[in-house]
């Protein structure tokens, strides 16, 4: 971008929501202009887990009970069928973004675990959701450890390469007739009678709507905007690929992520590298440091025969919390819109909204949203927690590491 330029939506953040929306509004037709500050899929899009899971963290019945019986429905089904919307997206545009369609693995770390598990089972079977519980046994074969007391199979999931789906987003929006620009900080927002003038490092925009597509890398561009979550970190690290002799593990590359209170996730990539994570950010550098040496210690009790393994990345990103772990969807002003606090699911949250947002600003009434329009509310604790999490989160990477 150089120079002024004018649009019928400015959408700022180029992740998952930013560019979805964008692909989305071109496709209807519209002017799209994204506005990344740093490159595409840089914040927590391109360092996401890489699960694409239905739903949400809730069970269905804590979502019907949260949302109530119009919106509740509307929004498993919705969510529900999540995956299937990024697969079609990733299909339709012949996106490389080594996808696997073999299903995520919900694994219990000790039996109250697999309790819940079992609830959820219950759930989602009632309502013909090809679902699978995993015993113990079945984990073995799955997953070629002993530690998990079984698991929730979910054929509806899978996984890609986070960065892989940004960028494949990109190049369909960019097709579809939108304009993306990268290295381009937006620095405020403000009204021009019924337009938005969208002020900017490299010039700026005049655009009828506003889409915020930020997310858990929300600053201060709209007054409060970043109290309305608790932000935590979530850091990975990749491991050399696999010798062939240890196919057993994941050989059907699901992803696999915990019951545990401090999850840790673990999936194959297409490169036979393992990927493991837990929440909190990467302490020291690749190869040695604080989250090498407990990546080791984790591997070395999941997969005793791996033996000494090196690491050949590692990295971290951010996860907006809401505090009832659902996300939001905010009205700020006029024509000006953000979805928010996708609670560690931005994949499916992230491209479900970014149709939403299209959806909305071309005429749909905000009551066929899958979840009701929010009204802004601060958390007032946010600041603080996210630093309690974050001490938390460094102490179990140091007690795991001993």
């Known amino acids: 971008m150089t120079g002024d330029a004018e649009t019928d939506v400015a959408i700022v953040g180029g992740g998952f929501t930013g560019l979805s929306t964008a692909l989305y509004a071109a496709e209807k037709g519209l002017g799209a202009h994204v506005l990344e500050a740093k490159h595409v899929g840089f914040g927590g899009s391109g360092r996401n887990v890489g699960l694409v899971n239905p739903g949400v963290w809730h069970p269905p019945a804590a979502v019907r009970k949260k949302l109530g019986d119009t919106y509740g429905p509307r929004f498993i089904d919705r969510f529900g069928a999540g995956p299937a919307q990024v697969f079609s997206l990733i299909e339709k545009h012949q996106i490389r973004c080594e996808v696997t369609r073999t299903g995520t693995i919900h694994a219990a770390h000790a039996p109250s675990g697999f309790a819940d598990l079992q609830a959820r089972y219950e759930e989602w079977n009632r309502l013909g959701k090809p679902v699978e519980l995993l015993s113990r046994e079945d984990m073995v074969a799955k997953t070629g450890t002993h530690v998990f007391h079984g698991g929730l199979l979910d054929h509806r999931a899978g996984t890609v390469n986070p960065m892989g789906y940004c960028r494949g987003l990109a190049r369909a929006a960019k097709g579809a007739g939108a304009t993306i620009s990268t290295g381009v900080t937006v620095t405020g927002l403000r009204r021009d009678g019924e337009r938005w003038i969208v002020e900017t490092s490299a ?36 491991t050399k690929p696999l010798s062939a002799d240890l ?11 915990d019951t545990g209170q401090i999850m840790f996730s673990l999936r194959r990539d297409a ?28 591997l070395a009790r999941i997969f005793p025969e791996l033996g000494p393994v090196e690491i050949e990345e590692a990295w971290h990103g951010q996860i907006a919390m809401t505090p009832d772990h659902l996300p939001r969807i905010y009205q700020l002003a006029p024509n000006l819109y953000t979805p928010i606090g996708y609670n560690g699911r931005g994949i499916t949250t992230g491209t479900i909204f970014g149709e939403c947002m299209a959806d909305l600003i071309t005429g749909m009434d905000p009551s066929e949203l899958p979840l009701p329009m929010a009204r802004l509310e601060t958390v007032s604790s946010a600041p603080i927690m996210s630093r309690l999490y974050q001490m ?8 795991k590491s001993l």
Request: aromatic share 10%; glycine share 10%; net charge positive.
């Open 203 to 238: 010039g700026t925009v005049r655009a009828k709507h506003v889409v915020l597509g930020t997310n858990a890398y929300t600053d201060a561009l709209w007054p409060d905007l970043a109290r309305v979550f608790t932000m935590i970190h979530y850091f990975q690290l990749a």
């Open 247 to 257: 196919s057993h593990i994941l050989p059907e590359r699901q992803g696999v992520w």
């Open 271 to 298: 490169f036979d590298r393992l990927v493991i994570g837990s929440m909190g950010t990467v302490v020291g550098n690749v190869g040695r440091g604080l989250s090498q040496r407990w990546a080791r210690k984790q």
């Open 392 to 399: 938390a989160f460094t102490a179990n990477q140091v007690l």
